[in-house]
C-alpha cells in the first residue's frame, strides 16, 4: 500500500492543481524553516506527528531531514518513545468514554 514511488507523483499533484499545491509547497517550506525553534527539533516533532498519524511517508522523509539537520540515533529514540507514550495516553483517556 506504502510503495515509495507514489512521492514520483507529487509533480502530477502540481500539474492539476498548480494554484493550491504551490501554496501547500510554500507553507511547508515556511513552517520548518529556521525561528525559534531550531530546524532540528521541528523536524524532531515533525516525527513525533509522524509516527503518531503512522505515516511512513513522513516517517522517512522527516527522518532524514532531521539526521541531515544534526539528529541524533538516541534524540530520534527519545522522539519515538515520546511518540509511543502519547498515543498510549490517548488511549487511556479516551477509554474513560467506555466507563459507565
Request: proline residues 3%; contains cysteine.
Amino acid at each position: 500500500m506504502y510503495d515509495t514511488s507514489n512521492l514520483d507523483k507529487f509533480a502530477r499533484l502540481g500539474q492539476l492543481a498548480p494554484d493550491a499545491f504551490k501554496a501547500f509547497v510554500a507553507f511547508d517550506q515556511a513552517v520548518v524553516a529556521s525561528g525559534i525553534i531550531p530546524v532540528k527539533y521541528k523536524e524532531l516533532i515533525a516525527v513525533g506527528v509522524a509516527l503518531t498519524t503512522q505515516c511512513p511517508y513522513c516517517i522517512k522523509i522527516h527522518t532524514a531531514k532531521a539526521r541531515q539537520a544534526g539528529a541524533t540515533d538516541q534524540e530520534l529514540a527519545e522522539t519515538t518513545l515520546l511518540a509511543a507514550a502519547l498515543r498510549a495516553g490517548a488511549a487511556m483517556t479516551h477509554g474513560t468514554h467506555t466507563l459507565a
